[in-house]
C-alpha cells in the first residue's frame, strides 16, 4: 500500500460530561483508495470525521495529514490539502452553481481574492469530473438533491486536496442518486484522491469502497476489505439485529440483508 495520506494513531476523544466516544481509534487512508466509516448509530462514525478533518483535537493520541499533525498546520494550509463535506451543509444560499463550486477556489486565492486563469480552469474541471457543467448557469436553491451533492462534491473537489472526508454524502438521496454519488468517489479515488466517507449504507460501502471500517461503541470492531467486514455475526453483534450476508447477484460481492419478522413469519 502507498504512504498514508491521512492517518489517526490510537484517537481518543470525548465530549464534555460524557464518557469516551473514541477510544483508541487508529486508521490510515492511502491515495487513490475509499475507505468507509460504518457502524451503528452512536458509535462515533462522524465524531471519527471530525478528528481527522482537525474541527475536534482527540484528547489522546494524533491526526496525521501527510505525515505531519493536523494541529500543526494553519486554516488555509490545511484546507488546500484536505476537504470536508458534513452531513447536512448549508444549501439554501442563491448563488449560481459555478460560483458555488468556485467558493472552492477560496485557499488558494491571493491577498486580493481575485481567480486567476488556473483557478478558472479547476473549477470548469471540476464542474465536468461530477457532470455538472450543464447546470453551472443554475441557481443552487433550484436543484434536486441529487445534483446538489454533486455541486457540492464538485466545489471540495476544486479544493484540490489530497483527501476528502464526507459525512453520509447518500443521506435522504434515492437509490439512483446513491448510486451516482458512490460512483462518483470511486471515480475521484481513481485520480489519486484518498476518499473516506461515513455511510449507513452497508450494500453501497461494500460495493464501492477498498475498505470499510466498522465502529461499535467507540471502537474499531474490524477493518479490511469488505468481503473481510460484511460478516454476518459481526455486524449482528454490532448493530443488534439479524443480519444476513448474501451473494450480490450483480456483483457477486457481500451483500447484508435483515430478514425481519414479517420475512420470518412469512415462511
Known amino acids: 500500500m502507498n504512504a498514508s495520506i491521512l492517518e489517526a494513531r490510537d484517537c481518543r476523544f470525548r465530549y464534555r460530561g460524557n464518557g469516551f466516544r473514541l477510544d483508541g481509534v487508529s486508521l490510515a487512508v492511502s491515495a487513490g483508495e475509499v475507505v468507509g466509516i460504518v457502524g451503528p448509530n452512536g458509535s462515533g462514525k462522524s465524531t471519527l470525521l471530525r478528528l481527522l478533518s482537525g474541527i475536534l483535537v482527540p484528547h489522546g493520541g494524533e491526526v496525521l495529514l501527510e505525515g505531519r499533525p493536523i494541529g500543526t498546520l494553519g486554516r488555509r494550509q490545511l484546507a488546500r490539502r484536505l476537504a470536508f463535506l458534513p452531513q447536512s451543509p448549508e ?60 455541486v457540492l462534491i464538485a466545489s471540495v473537489l476544486a479544493q484540490e486536496p489530497a483527501a476528502m472526508l464526507l459525512d453520509e454524502p447518500t443521506a435522504a438521496l434515492d437509490i439512483h442518486h446513491r448510486s451516482d454519488v458512490f460512483d462518483l468517489l470511486w471515480r475521484l479515488s481513481r485520480s489519486g484522491i484518498a476518499v473516506v466517507t461515513v455511510t449507513h449504507d452497508l450494500n453501497a460501502a461494500s460495493q464501492f469502497c477498498d475498505r470499510l471500517v466498522l465502529l461499535k461503541q467507540g471502537r474499531v470492531a474490524r477493518a479490511g476489505r469488505p468481503a473481510e467486514v460484511m460478516d454476518a455475526r459481526l455486524l449482528s453483534d454490532a448493530y443488534g439485529a439479524d443480519v444476513r450476508i448474501v451473494d450480490n447477484p450483480i456483483t457477486s460481492g457481500p451483500m447484508a440483508i435483515v430478514p425481519g419478522r414479517a420475512a420470518h413469519e412469512a415462511t
Do not use: C, I
Not at 103 to 124: I, K, N, T
Open 91 to 150: 444549501t439554501s444560499f442563491h448563488f449560481r452553481v459555478r460560483e458555488v463550486v468556485a467558493m472552492g477556489r477560496y485557499p488558494h486565492l491571493g491577498a486580493f481574492g481575485f481567480p486567476g486563469e488556473h483557478d478558472v480552469d479547476v473549477v470548469e474541471r471540476a464542474l465536468v469530473q461530477t457532470d455538472t457543467e450543464s447546470l453551472a448557469a443554475r441557481v443552487f436553491a433550484t436543484l434536486s438533491g441529487g445534483e446538489k451533492q454533486r
